[in-house]
């Protein structure tokens, strides 16, 4: 009997263990892990960097969009954008990319500086400045200081003008180049596919970011622009800036499904054939007798000549066989890579600020030259065409500003949104609107992006002020930046 009841009682025992650990996991029984509540700081970036370059330098993106805008890249089938008729629903998507990613990031940047990660706080605000940078390029006044505030409450944040945003903005990547300047050894993770965890490359990208922007106000605030420039170029030990094309910022796809560049997607996966080289690039190209014509291009099929098309031109106008495609290069390679800023940029800004007299350490020939060989160099061409194409009289810099925008403007082929930035600054290449507009009456490609219907149904109040100084969805005020005179 007393066998039996010692038995019972180390039944009982054992029920109230089981149900002690029983209750101990139930958090992590109950717990999604495929839902989590909260995920680590590194795996949001990794999220961040690829969701925003996936939207950003997607083809209806850039190769519907900016790429057309800047005549680099043109429609041959469903020409909706090339004639500026835009599809409501993508830019209410592009929008909302732009505020999830800032959002992510602020969750980023919060983890991080709880955790006491400065290199990660560091390279989260230099992304978020990038974003900020692209965003306000495409729609100038936007949502910027109370935006994110959601969780706060604030449900219709005001807008902000260009002029405030961007000395905010510049602010932002000084503040990250301090950081990484402490020389904190913090780690940036797996989730760093952008840079592989490399915070050196992270400052330099900051650096030079920075000096992007100090390039846009040569003309709207000179005194900002040369100040800032000669700060970053005459400190280099403090202000590292790119240096070579191995520090290029450029997203590296990895090549395996689905993470394929945009361009190979489109033609590979989704076996589209709806864009060619525009004709403003391709007979620049040709007058300079450029080498890197048969890297940016490919030969039409109808006969071997390299032929654009005009960017907006009526469908039937033209042989979609005659038109040249996209070189292999940029529209071939599952594992490519989509530009967020390269070695050759840095160089043309520091050849116009040089031009325009600012002291930088350097002559306007020389960061010119550099800029062009950066640039040859990177798609390939061996050093005596590059010689051979620098003695060219009408490549050897001769004092013309406008050789500095040209050159930089062929250096920039597949990043849509800074060359359409370039062209809405310089007026070089001087372009002209698409023949077959959807809106008329405009001597000039458009000046803006629209803004999304979703914003003006729900933040009407904000945003109705913005809206009205905006013409045919696109033109009307120009950015602060663009200082064209005489031109709708």
Not at 114 to 134: C, D, Q
Not at 283 to 309: H, T
Not at 330 to 357: H, L, Q, W
Not at 400 to 424: H, P, V
Request: net charge negative; with cysteine; glycine share 6%.
């Amino acid at each position: 009997m007393l066998k039996f009841k010692n038995i019972r009682f180390s039944i009982v025992l054992l029920l109230i263990a089981a149900m002690v650990s029983c209750t101990g996991d139930y958090e992590d029984i109950n717990t999604d892990p495929n839902n989590p509540t909260t995920v680590p700081a590194t795996n949001i970036m990794a999220y961040v960097l690829n969701n925003f370059t996936s939207n950003t330098f997607s083809l209806s993106a850039i190769g519907a969009g900016t790429l057309g805008y800047s005549n680099q890249v043109g429609k041959i089938q469903y020409p909706e954008e090339s004639i500026y008729e835009f599809r409501e629903g993508t830019f209410n998507s592009y929008f909302a990319t732009v505020y999830r990613n800032q959002q992510n990031l602020k969750q980023v940047i919060t983890q991080s500086e709880e955790a006491g990660n400065v290199n990660m706080v560091a390279a989260a605000t230099t992304y978020s400045a990038y974003i900020w940078l692209v965003a306000t390029d495409m729609w100038r006044d936007i949502p910027f200081t109370n935006a994110l505030g959601a969780e706060e409450g604030v449900l219709s944040p005001a807008y902000q003008t260009q002029e405030e945003i961007y000395p905010a903005v510049m602010a932002m990547l000084e503040d990250a180049n301090t950081m990484f300047n402490q020389g904190n050894g913090d780690a940036l993770g797996s989730g760093d596919v952008l840079f592989g965890g490399d915070t050196g490359l992270w400052q330099k990208f900051a650096n030079s970011l920075r000096l992007r922007m100090a390039c846009r106000l040569m003309d709207a605030d000179a005194a900002t622009a040369k100040s800032v420039i000669e700060q970053i170029i005459g400190n280099p030990s403090t202000y590292p800036v790119i240096a070579s094309n191995d520090e290029n910022a450029y997203f590296y796809w990895s090549g395996a499904d689905p993470y394929y560049e945009p361009f190979y997607s489109n033609k590979e996966v989704s076996a589209r054939d709806d864009h060619g080289v525009a004709d403003v690039m391709i007979d620049q190209l040709i007058a300079f007798s450029d080498p890197r014509l048969p890297v940016y291009a490919k030969p039409a099929q109808s006969d071997g000549e390299y032929r654009g098309v005009i960017v907006g031109a009526e469908l039937g106008s033209f042989s979609m066989s005659d038109i040249s495609r996209m070189g292999v290069r940029f529209r071939e390679d599952a594992a490519g890579f989509s530009p967020y800023m390269n070695f050759a940029e840095v160089n043309f800004i520091v050849a116009e600020a040089a031009a325009r007299g600012y002291s930088v350490g350097t002559t306007a020939e020389e960061a010119y030259e550099a800029g062009i060989t950066a640039s040859l160099e990177e798609n390939g061409i061996a050093t005596a065409d590059i010689e051979a194409y620098l003695a060219q009289d009408e490549i050897a810099y001769g004092d013309d500003m406008d050789q500095i925008y040209i050159q930089k403007w062929i250096s920039l082929f597949k990043n849509g949104q800074e060359a359409w930035a370039e062209t809405r600054r310089t007026d070089v290449p001087l372009l002209a609107a698409a023949p077959d507009a959807f809106y008329i009456g405009h001597s000039r490609p458009p000046f803006r992006q629209p803004y999304p219907t979703n914003e003006y149904n729900l933040n009407t109040e904000n945003i109705t002020p913005f809206w009205d100084q905006v013409e045919d969805r696109m033109w009307g005020q120009k950015m602060y930046w663009d200082v064209r005179t005489g031109v709708n």
